[in-house]
C-alpha cells in the first residue's frame, strides 16, 4: 500500500473513534506540535525504533510530568524492533499492514490504560461535524469553527438530539433558560448564524428546519452518526 494510502487508512481510523490527527515530519516539528496541541496519543512510523531521535523529545516531556503514550507503526522489523520499540520508551507496536479492527482495539485499549479514554466520552460526531463538549470546540471534516458560546450551547443541544425535532420552545427553556412562552426569533437568529458557520460550503446540510415546530441536525442518509 502506498503510503499516503496508508496514512489515509489510519487517519480514517483515527477519526472513527472521534480523534482528529496532526502531522510531524521531524524531530523539531515534533516539539512544536507537542506544545500546541499536547495530544492524547503519539503514533509514530518509524524504521529503526532504536535509533528514533523522537524518542529523547519523549522522554523530556515525560520528566516534566507530562505523559503522552506512544504507539509505534513499522513496516518492517519483528520480535526484536518491537523489544527496542518498548525499550526505548513505548507503550504499544504494531506492524504493518494494519488490520482495522486490530487497530481500533489496541488505540482505545492504550488510551483506557492511561486514562485518556474518558474524554472520547464527550465528543459527539456527525458526518464530519465534531463536538468536544468537555473543551466546548466544533470543527467540521477537520477544520476549527469558532462558535460563540450560545452558539455552541445551541449546537450541542441539537447535537444530543440529533435526529429528533428539537421544538423552539424546548430549545428557549434548555439554551436560553426560558420557562415561559417568549415572542421571540432569538432561536431562528442563532440558527441562521450557526449554518453559517457550519453548513456553508458544504454539499451535506446538517442543520434542517422543521415547519411550524422548530429545528433538527440530522446527518445525511447513509453517513456514520453518533456519539
Same mark, same amino acid.
Given at each position: 500500500?502506498?503510503?499516503?494510502?496508508?496514512?489515509?487508512?489510519?487517519?480514517?481510523?483515527?477519526?472513527?473513534?472521534?480523534?482528529?490527527?496532526?502531522?510531524?515530519?521531524?524531530?523539531?516539528?515534533?516539539?512544536?506540535?507537542?506544545?500546541?496541541?499536547?495530544?492524547?496519543?503519539?503514533?509514530?512510523?518509524?524504521?529503526?525504533?532504536?535509533?528514533?531521535?523522537?524518542?529523547?523529545? %519523549?522522554?523530556?516531556?515525560?520528566?516534566?510530568?507530562?505523559?503522552?503514550?506512544?504507539? @509505534? %507503526?513499522?513496516?518492517?522489523?519483528?520480535?526484536?524492533?518491537?523489544?527496542?520499540?518498548?525499550?526505548?520508551?513505548?507503550?504499544?507496536?504494531?506492524?504493518?499492514?494494519?488490520?482495522?479492527?486490530?487497530?481500533?482495539?489496541?488505540?482505545?485499549?492504550?488510551?483506557?490504560?492511561?486514562?485518556?479514554?474518558?474524554?472520547?466520552?464527550?465528543?459527539i460526531k456527525i458526518?464530519?461535524?465534531?463536538?468536544?463538549?468537555?473543551?466546548?470546540?466544533?470543527?467540521r471534516d477537520g477544520?476549527?469553527?469558532?462558535?460563540?458560546?450560545?452558539?455552541?450551547?445551541?449546537?450541542?443541544?441539537?447535537? @444530543?438530539?440529533?435526529?429528533?425535532?428539537?421544538?423552539?420552545?424546548?430549545?428557549?427553556?434548555?439554551?436560553?433558560?426560558?420557562h415561559f412562552h417568549?415572542?421571540?426569533?432569538?432561536?431562528?437568529?442563532?440558527?441562521?448564524?450557526?449554518?453559517?458557520?457550519?453548513?456553508?460550503?458544504?454539499?451535506?446540510?446538517?442543520?434542517?428546519?422543521?415547519?411550524?415546530?422548530?429545528?433538527?441536525?440530522?446527518?445525511?442518509?447513509?453517513?456514520?452518526?453518533?456519539?
Amino acid at each position: 500500500m502506498p503510503q499516503a494510502e496508508a496514512h489515509r487508512q489510519m487517519e480514517e481510523l483515527l477519526s472513527e473513534l472521534g480523534l482528529q490527527t496532526a502531522i510531524s515530519e521531524d524531530p523539531g516539528d515534533l516539539r512544536l506540535l507537542l506544545d500546541r496541541v499536547r495530544p492524547v496519543l503519539l503514533l509514530a512510523e518509524i524504521s529503526d525504533a532504536g535509533a528514533w531521535p523522537g524518542w529523547d523529545i %519523549i522522554s523530556e516531556y515525560r520528566s516534566q510530568g507530562v505523559f503522552i503514550p506512544v504507539m @509505534v %507503526i513499522s513496516a518492517e522489523g519483528g520480535s526484536e524492533e518491537a523489544v527496542a520499540v518498548f525499550e526505548a520508551g513505548g507503550n504499544e507496536y504494531m506492524k504493518r499492514p494494519l488490520h482495522a479492527g486490530e487497530f481500533r482495539c489496541r488505540v482505545m485499549n492504550l488510551l483506557w490504560l492511561t486514562g485518556r479514554r474518558r474524554g472520547l466520552e464527550a465528543l459527539i460526531k456527525i458526518d464530519g461535524l465534531m463536538l468536544d463538549s468537555s473543551r466546548r470546540l466544533v470543527s467540521r471534516d477537520g477544520v476549527q469553527i469558532n462558535l460563540t458560546p450560545k452558539e455552541f450551547d445551541l449546537l450541542h443541544y441539537l447535537a @444530543v438530539h440529533q435526529g429528533e425535532v428539537s421544538p423552539r420552545e424546548e430549545i428557549l427553556k434548555h439554551v436560553w433558560g426560558y420557562h415561559f412562552h417568549a415572542d421571540t426569533n432569538v432561536v431562528d437568529v442563532y440558527i441562521r448564524h450557526i449554518r453559517l458557520k457550519v453548513d456553508k460550503g458544504h454539499r451535506s446540510k446538517l442543520i434542517h428546519t422543521v415547519r411550524g415546530t422548530g429545528y433538527m441536525l440530522k446527518a445525511p442518509e447513509g453517513s456514520p452518526a453518533g456519539h
